[in-house]
């Protein structure tokens, strides 16, 4: 088949991608819900409408993520640590050693042989602190957009603060403390990020590599890879469409 199609069905939201000769030619992404099955096919049929197909085109179908049983017409189902570390292998044009991924409830590190296999992975989705969620939390109780984040983290003026907890609920705690203290919101934002950095970094633990690479929706967020690197004190990079990293490895595993 000419086209390759990546399902990832995250708890978050769901991210389609549909892929030819090895590039991306569509991606599309919408909030996960009740009958995710139809909310795929949607995405599906936007995808072939976009790219002139016929909506009854045959693609090779390949899912991943939470609700990757649910999505029962895909020719392939696998787990999301391998399509995460097929996605970023190939994206990474066989670089990539070491990766952190934050998804919308959990927050992962996987680390890759020369050959892009898993060689050893962490994963901390007892609570949501560190992960898309909390971000999502942190932005309405700060009444600052996510997409805002890095620009106000960047703000010179302000009070060095810390977030200690390690649990959510905690943690909103302490932003409403420090917001009802009077502390700024780039302060907050600055504190949230090292937060976040510091469980990356820990999961990870030590590198063989001078780069790690990082995933997921919240690595749009350049004021937190600044963060990480701090934390790592390595570069960090991030593939051009971070959110799209794991759909991506599902359609490439059907080669």
């Known amino acids: 088949m000419d086209y390759l199609v990546g399902l990832?069905?995250?708890s978050t939201a769901i991210?389609?991608?549909i892929v030819k000769e090895r590039e991306i030619v569509w991606r599309g992404k919408t909030p996960?819900?009740?009958d995710q099955e139809a909310l795929?096919?949607?995405l599906l049929q936007d995808g072939r409408r976009e790219l002139g197909l016929d909506p009854?085109?045959?693609c090779a179908i390949a899912s991943t993520g939470y609700g990757k049983n649910l999505y029962k017409a895909a020719d392939l189902k696998l787990d999301e640590l391998s399509a995460n570390a097929k996605g970023l292998f190939a994206l990474s044009d066989g670089e990539a050693r070491s990766l952190i991924n934050i998804g919308g409830q959990d927050l992962k590190t996987i680390k890759l042989s020369d050959t892009g296999e898993v060689?050893?992975?962490r994963m901390n989705d007892k609570c949501a602190a560190g992960t898309g969620r909390f971000f999502e939390?942190?932005?309405r109780l700060l009444n600052v957009p996510l997409a805002s984040f890095a620009e106000f983290a960047a703000l010179p003026d302000g009070e060095e603060v810390e977030l200690n907890s390690t649990c959510v609920v905690f943690a909103e705690s302490e932003i409403v403390s420090l917001l009802a203290r009077g502390v700024p919101p780039q302060s907050v934002i600055r504190a949230l990020h090292a937060s976040v950095a510091r469980r990356a970094a820990g999961l990870l633990g030590r590198v063989s590599s001078s780069t790690v690479w990082l995933d997921g929706g919240p690595a749009q967020n350049r004021g937190l890879v600044l963060a990480i690197e701090d934390e790592l004190l390595t570069e960090i990079r991030v593939t051009?469409?971070?959110q799209y990293t794991v759909a991506y490895g599902a359609a490439m595993s059907l080669l």
């Open 56 to 58: 009854g085109a045959a």
């Open 137 to 139: 939390l942190a932005a």
């Open 40 to 42: 795929a096919d949607g």
């Open 240 to 242: 051009p469409e971070p």
């Open 15 to 17: 991210k389609a991608v």
């Open 32 to 34: 996960t819900a009740p």
């Open 8 to 10: 990832d069905l995250g």
């Open 119 to 121: 060689t050893d992975f």
